[in-house]
């Protein structure tokens, strides 16, 4: 008797070959037969008339805190998601010591919009090491992770408060590698990288001041391990991708890695600037490098209040500084004052197409509810002001607590985007799964893949689209024994119904620690999940308690003195 | 085999203890220097704006940091 049979399903394999009927057995947690399975499971799954594919692989994700208080990753498990690549953006927990937490917690809490209570009362900060961190998370691990080593920590590791003021020399490079080493020896699947991202007190975090010798040092080493270096680029100028992706690709080319950056966006005002850059990765590509673009699935949305700070707000420093370092009562105030409200509504005034396309979506008083669903603009016209005016207005009313949403931002135009999905040398990728909490949601996007670009577009085929975001992304990052449904590979199973599988409405749940709150999406149209040959969720039971997450890629050696019991 | 790379914009990555003064006198040396400063400023703006702007500031008198693309020439048309 096997462990579990499924039955009956349309198998996709995720090698992009065409779909077949067939049923699968499992057993000691892996794929025992694929065909006509006449022997019994302890466990079986109708999937008649359901997808049964490789669970879903997402590169870029920051989950490395929620692993902490929840190793299902909700509700990525939900949507079909086996295994998660966090660490990305040079951010990473662990190797961490105890005197730069704070510091850390600082860079997540303004680079990924994670709240600094969540880290306060969600967090037991029990480790140091990068194998103590790995052993930490992998206590009720129901969700696989791949596990970057963030640049910024490393050179917090090494050079304390000087990785923020300056180049590290020979002794300290060398310091890096051997640490890196370590990670890389504890099951890291890489090294992440950032050339944009500041702190909480708005400098350039540590991996900022790196200078190109360095990465090449650090790259050096992921060559001995055949492992992934990512990076964030300046996506916002198609130049300065172009020259880190040249960058990215020498060093691909001279230490033979596979790297990847994120994110590449397509919208309206730069479909030519993106054509440019794929032109670059194609020539790359050509030259033997691997540079590996990410393109997210979802439009982009945004929903802010002014009780965190946002990073819609960047580019407006009066606004960011009075978001960031201002208390409530300090936001109120700069909001009421006749002077400081005149300079704030000047800075913002050349962006008045944006103010009046944003609509309310909460409010808490009773008095403003008829507004909620109307754009600023709407708004503005019903109480005679600005929609800068009304946005302000409303805050003040609400104590902060009046939520507004830039939907469809960009990223929004399904030609093209579904074009780069289905271009072989791009990734899908970038959900920033875990961060973000409070800008947008971060889960769905693959079934915002198969429900709108694959069912109700027909841009990309069923089988393409699983092959990308299974076996794809397993073999970029180098991930063993998964992202297939073959005979002897981990069961890393979804079974989804593929005429109603989609990512559901966006919604606001306080279910971080801390009593905080966050935006999610629930799944649509997927039946069961399966990790390790465990069935961790299915839409009858939920989360179950069969919790077979692994680190991915596996260990090769982890000095056993340095794992916490 | 290696395939042949279509031109793209000049750039250089910083070398250590590098300024607008010493990236000029090294990138542009056929230019005086004040104007080959300016260009390099006004070629790149996500590191000039940097000091201006104060998001993102290192230091008063150098924005540049260690891990900058620095262009060398202007858009290409």
Known sequence: MYDLVIRNGRVVDGSGMPAFNADIAVQDGRITRIGRVAEAGRREIDATAKVVAPGFIDPHTHFDAQLLWDGYAKPALSHGVTTVVAGNCSLSLAPLKAEHRMKLVGMFNQIEEMPLKAFKEGVVWDWESFPEYLARIQKGLAINVGQLVGHSVLRLWVMGEAAMERTANAQEISAMQQLLRECLDAGAIGLSTSYVDMDETLKPVPSRYADAGEVDALASVLSDYGRVLQIVPEFYDPDLTIARLDQLAELSIKYAIPTTFSPLFVSADNIEAVERVMARVDEQFARGARVWPQVQTRPIDISFSFAVPSLLFIRLPGWYNVMRFGTQDEIIEAFSNPESRAKLVAEASSQMALWSFLRLRHVASEANQKYVGKTLAEIGEMRGVSALDAMIDLSVEEKLDAHFIAESMGHNQDEQVGSLLRHPRVHIGASDGGAHILSFSTYGDTGYLFGHFVRDRGLLTLEESVKKVTSDTAAIWGIPDRGLLQKGLVADIVVFDPAAINRGAEVYVQDVPGDGSRYIRDAHGVDTVIVGGGIAWSAAEGYTSDARGAIVPPALTVPAERIAA | ?77
């Open chain 2, 1 to 77: 085999m290696t395939a042949a790379l279509s031109p793209v914009r000049k750039s250089i990555l910083p070398q250590n203890g590098d300024s607008w003064d010493s990236i000029a006198q090294r990138e542009l040396p056929g230019t005086a220097e004040t104007d080959a400063v300016a260009m390099l400023q006004s070629w790149n703006l996500h590191v000039f704006m940097r000091a201006a702007g104060g998001v993102g500031r290192l230091r008063s008198d150098n924005p540049i940091l260690p891990s900058d693309v620095i262009f060398v020439e202007p858009p290409r048309a």
